[in-house]
């Protein structure tokens, strides 16, 4: 219940839409996670394959730049070896 609070009142004050603050709000408690999930790893990825620089996505993520490239290259070195 105190997310749906949280969310109408970000939702308000930053003038997003309900689904951007929804999504925020997951990022959000993603970030106060000790781990990167094997998605966050691949949005990452795909936003860099996009042409987005390290910068704009840390912004989203609402960290810093180096803090997404760690993320990024820790989370490719946990993902077990592909059988070709």
Request: glycine residues 4%.
């Amino acid at each position: 219940m105190k997310e749906n609070w949280f969310v109408l009142a970000l939702a308000a004050y930053h003038t997003m839409l309900p689904e951007q603050a929804f999504e925020y709000y997951e990022k959000l408690e993603m970030r106060q996670k000790n781990y990167t999930s094997r998605e966050e790893i691949e949005d990452i990825q795909a936003m860099r394959d996009a042409g987005m620089k390290w910068d704009e996505i840390g912004e989203i993520y609402g960290v810093d730049k180096c803090t997404v490239w760690r993320r990024l290259n820790r989370g490719k070195r946990r993902e077990p070896a592909k059988c070709i």
